[in-house]
């Protein structure tokens, strides 16, 4: 066999696995339907994964007719080239079952909210600052938790409610 | 003897051999097959084969509600014989649709994280339609999942293409079509949908611990003023409101104080403040400028005659002229009003203070047309005290959620959450929420993406009875028929002062809640009592997953009373403010950087075709490379962990290479109208910096 010939055969045998290889690799085009279907719906099926067959609870699974019900929240828009779409609203949380509670009677008395709504004891210190009205749980020395949390020479504004004060000079936990 | 004669002369051989060098040479210098050449996953795709009903194998006529409609098979096909038509001539309530059938046979097959390239030729003579997907979890059976693209009136055949977001753990099938849900009539034919994943690039990280963890720098400079409301501004500075600054001596001065941070230069700008705006509500309205409303008419007496009082004024910001504008003013007095955006831009505040330190019981209305507040009798009222700082979430049906995240207050009737229908004047109870009296400075957010409805409310306390913050989140799907909220995963635990370990169920109120480009919720900041033992601790929350990840880099400053954390337009999280019982105020300024940021290049936004987008409509954007996933974030506007306008909106993408065009909604009520921060994803999970676009 000549050289040339091996040469030739060579590269046939190369162009041949490599067309293979091509062939074998390339996974079908998406259907090109400007030019032609590219997927029959026979081979489309056949592309289909088989997987395992997932269990659907039948008390979950929407009937197959009732699909995430919908809404429009106004009119369709008109149709045109150019027409905006009206918005697409889901009806969930439709709470079937629970009442609804209407509007009240306008009250004729105020609603009230204690003056100490920000959990702080306004007989101490500057409106700026907050001796709690309660607290933390497990704290017995609330004078040590005071200075521990940065608080300095704060005043008695009003009266001594929770003790703070027991020398009365009018300053807390200064003794 | 003769030599036989060659089958093919030297020069027949050289010819061949010349062929096949140059087919192989073409072989190898074709490019790479393209991304979406996969296979075809439907089944009867272009709808010519008929089951025994007449209708396409594997499809089915489903839909809803009391509306003319016709399905049909139309010889009018894109190829092939036939095409499916649905007519609609009484639309208004429901829709209709031909969907893939929801079984084992019929229903493609997904693989989550996976992404798919969902195709259709369609005619349409209406442009209420949606291209709608429902996915098959593997414990849930089938459930809605999301609706992507509105397809365009059309009266040739036309060709669309949306790209799924990534599909969700626990999904192994999908179904889809396209939804018809106005007078007109839809034809389709010749579905794809082609698997369209894209090569996730190399993600080695060389910034150590930051790659995981992310990383806080405090700035170098304070804020000016009391930081306490932030509004993230549409030319992506920030509104620092401080008012008095729960200062009475400011107060009594009347020295109230605003400032303008710009990010980019690290420079506060002073804006006159024309009134003491501490403890009001604020909300970008539709054209990017700030609705400021209440405020605190005075602070509490200390011979306990009054509390503190809600101011009627309200107030425009306006970003390109830094200056308030003074409307109307508000029916109420409102001392920690809550403030909702709604689909048409107008805005809701509910609860508060009035100028008698009562509750405030008045729905107050603001019209965005009139530019007004509406008068009492003009808003639907219902009178019901809704406490302070109510967090009232905008549903995609236009009510309102009342998360049951709110500020002080003890005791309240009810479950803690409801919902809440202005138009009706209605408000029916919401189960499920966990230590509902505890949730005082908790924080809740509408999980990333807004079109899944649902909603964590995390942590919180109590400033009366002064419990250890707890570490509790619940979570509720507002998709369900029947919402409750359901126990979600605890907050992680941190250290306090003097890296005490937290312990048993202690957790924190005063917590932030961020979300993020990358659709992770970051978590930060909080202290465990009443202005009191700031908690050192951050963490991750994947909506994906439904869970935290513990670990994330720590604020060094301390954040509970009176501070807040948000997200930057270059994808950062800032951090302002600590207001202790002590009386003091930290004006320390931290930003974070996730560990997205260490990840690899940022993906640019190199184009954009108008920054003004309508509602179900497609705008294109150009880009570097391949991207993950597109979405707008709506601006911060938040205090007292309180921000129930943050919203992350997922924009399906239509991609054709480097060019893509991004679906928005056609539902207002998922994105109200205004200003957005544009972020696209690249496949290396980093987020651009983001473009400032207008919707509605």
Redesign the interface.
């Given at each position: 066999m000549t050289r040339?010939?091996i040469?030739?055969l060579s590269?046939?045998a190369?162009?041949l696995v490599?067309?293979a290889t091509?062939a074998l690799t390339?996974?079908?085009?998406?259907?090109t339907?400007?030019e032609?279907?590219?997927?029959?719906?026979?081979a489309?099926?056949q592309?289909?994964?088989a997987?395992p067959?997932?269990?659907?609870?039948s008390s979950?699974?929407?009937p197959?007719?009732?699909?995430?019900?919908?809404?429009?929240?106004k009119?369709?828009?008109k149709?045109?080239?150019?027409?905006?779409?009206?918005?697409?609203?889901?009806?969930?949380?439709?709470?079937?079952?629970?009442?609804?509670?209407?509007?009240?009677?306008?009250?004729t008395a105020?609603?009230?909210?204690?003056?100490?709504?920000?959990?702080?004891d306004?007989?101490y210190?500057?409106?700026?600052?907050?001796?709690?009205?309660?607290?933390?749980?497990g704290v017995t020395d609330k004078c040590a938790w005071l200075r521990d949390?940065?608080?300095?020479a704060v005043k008695v504004?009003?009266k001594d409610r929770q003790g703070l004060d027991p020398d009365h000079n009018g300053v807390i936990c200064d003794r | 003897m003769n030599r036989s004669r060659p089958l093919m002369s030297?020069s027949n051989?050289?010819h061949?051999?010349q062929f096949?060098?140059l087919?192989?040479v073409l072989?190898?210098a074709l490019p790479d097959?393209p991304a979406?050449?996969?296979?075809?996953?439907?089944?009867?795709?272009?709808?010519?084969?008929l089951a025994a009903d007449g209708f396409p194998?594997?499809w089915?006529?489903?839909?809803?509600?009391a509306n003319g409609h016709t399905f049909a098979l139309s010889t009018d096909a894109?190829?092939?014989a036939r095409s499916m038509s649905v007519t609609l001539t009484t639309?208004?309530?429901?829709?209709r649709?031909a969907?893939m059938?929801?079984d084992?046979?019929?229903a493609?097959?997904v693989t989550p994280g996976h992404q798919y390239d969902l195709?259709a030729?369609y005619k349409t003579?209406?442009?209420?339609?949606?291209m709608?997907v429902?996915r098959?979890d593997?414990a849930?059976?089938?459930?809605?999942w999301t609706?992507l693209a509105?397809l365009?009136?059309t009266t040739t055949w036309t060709?669309r293409t949306v790209r799924t977001p990534q599909i969700p753990a626990n999904t192994?099938?999908i179904v889809w079509g396209v939804?018809i849900?106005?007078?007109?009539t839809l034809k389709t034919?010749?579905y794809?949908m082609?698997d369209a994943t894209q090569t996730v690039p190399d993600e080695s990280c060389s910034a150590g611990d930051k790659c995981v963890k992310g990383d806080w720098q405090v700035m170098p400079f304070q804020s000016s003023v009391r930081a306490i409301h932030a509004v993230v501004l549409r030319n992506g500075n920030v509104l620092l409101i401080a008012g008095s600054g729960?200062?009475?001596?400011a107060f009594a001065a009347k020295t109230f104080t605003t400032a303008i941070y710009k990010p980019g230069t690290g420079q506060f700008t002073a804006v006159p403040t024309p009134e003491d705006l501490f403890c009001s509500g604020h909300v970008q309205l539709k054209d990017g400028r700030v609705l400021v409303m209440g405020g605190n008419k005075d602070?509490?007496?200390?011979?306990?005659?009054?509390?503190?009082k809600g101011l009627k004024n309200s107030y425009i910001f306006d970003p390109a002229t830094s200056a308030y504008t003074r409307v109307n003013d508000m029916t109420a007095g409102s001392w920690y009003p809550s403030a909702t955006v709604l689909?048409n831009g107008d805005v809701i505040s509910l609860g508060g203070?009035?100028e008698?330190?009562?509750?405030m019981?008045a729905t107050q209305y603001f019209n965005s047309a009139q530019q007004r507040w509406l008068g009492l009798n003009e808003a639907?009222?219902?009178?019901?005290?809704w406490g302070?700082y109510p967090s009232m979430i905008l549903?995609?049906?236009?009510?309102l959620f009342y998360t049951g995240s709110h500020v002080?207050?003890n005791g309240t009737p009810g479950s803690g959450a409801s919902?809440y229908?202005y138009p009706?004047?209605?408000?029916?109870?919401v189960p499920g929420l966990r230590k509902k009296d505890e949730r005082d400075q908790s924080m809740s957010v509408l999980l990333p993406p807004a079109q899944d409805?649902k909603v964590l409310t995390m942590g919180g306390g109590n400033?009366?009875?002064?419990?250890?913050a707890h570490r509790l989140t619940d979570l509720i799907d507002?998709?369900?028929?029947?919402?409750a909220y359901t126990a979600g995963p605890q907050i992680p635990q941190g250290t306090m002062t003097g890296g005490v370990a937290q312990t048993g169920d202690q957790g924190k109120m005063y917590v932030s809640a961020v979300l993020l480009p990358d659709g992770k919720v970051f978590e930060t900041g909080g202290a465990?009592?009443?202005?009191?033992?700031p908690v050192y601790e951050a963490s991750m929350y994947d909506p994906a997953t439904n869970t935290f990840t513990a670990g994330m880099a720590t604020d060094p400053v301390p954040r509970g009373y009176h501070s807040s954390a948000f997200l930057l337009p270059d994808g950062r999280v800032m951090a302002v403010g600590d207001n202790?019982?002590?009386?003091?105020f930290d004006k320390r300024v931290s930003v974070y950087s996730p560990p997205y940021l260490f990840k690899g290049a940022r993906p640019q936004i190199t184009g954009l075709s108008t920054p003004n987008w309508?509602?179900?409509s497609s705008n294109t954007i150009t880009v570097d490379g391949p991207i993950l996933k597109a979405e707008l974030i709506r601006p911060a506007a938040v205090t007292h962990s309180s921000d129930p306008n943050q919203r992350f909106v997922d924009l399906p993408m239509t991609v054709n290479g480097n060019s893509i065009s991004l679906n928005l909604?056609?539902?207002?009520?998922l994105a109200p109208p205004g200003w957005y921060m544009l972020f696209v994803v690249g496949t290396n999970g980093v987020p651009s910096v983001a473009k400032w676009v207008k919707v509605g």
């Open positions: 040339t010939r040469a030739a590269l046939a190369a162009a490599s067309g091509w390339t996974r079908p085009a998406p259907a339907f400007g032609g279907r590219g997927t029959t719906e026979v489309a099926q592309t289909l994964p997987g067959s997932p269990v659907v609870p979950v699974a929407p197959a007719t009732e699909k995430a019900p919908a809404v429009t929240e009119a369709p828009g149709a045109g080239k150019h027409a905006t779409p009206a918005p697409f609203v889901q009806t969930f949380a439709a709470q079937p079952g629970v009442t609804r509670q209407k509007a009240k009677r306008k009250p105020p609603v009230k909210v204690a003056p100490t709504v920000d959990g702080c306004r007989n210190g500057t409106v700026a600052q907050c001796i709690p009205v309660r607290f933390p749980e949390h940065g608080y300095q504004a009003a | 030297r051989r050289l061949i051999a096949l060098v087919t192989l072989f190898l097959r979406s050449a996969g296979a075809n996953l439907i089944a009867n795709p272009g709808l010519e084969s194998v594997c089915e006529q489903s839909g809803w509600g894109h190829s092939g639309a208004g309530q429901g829709d649709k969907m059938l929801e084992t046979s019929c493609p097959n195709s030729w003579t209406t442009a209420n339609t949606v709608t429902f098959h593997v849930q059976g089938w459930v809605y609706d509105t365009p009136v060709k192994d099938q939804t849900y106005g007078n007109g034919d010749d794809t082609v729960n200062d009475p001596a602070y509490p007496a200390a011979d306990g005659s009054h509390g503190y689909g203070l009035g008698d330190s009562h509750g019981v639907n009222q219902t009178w019901n005290f302070l549903m995609q049906d236009g009510r002080f207050g919902i229908d009706t004047s209605t408000i029916t109870p409805q400033i009366e009875t002064n419990p250890d507002l998709k369900q028929a029947s919402p465990l009592h009443n202005r009191a033992d202790p019982g002590n009386g003091t309508a509602y179900g909604t056609s539902n207002p009520n």
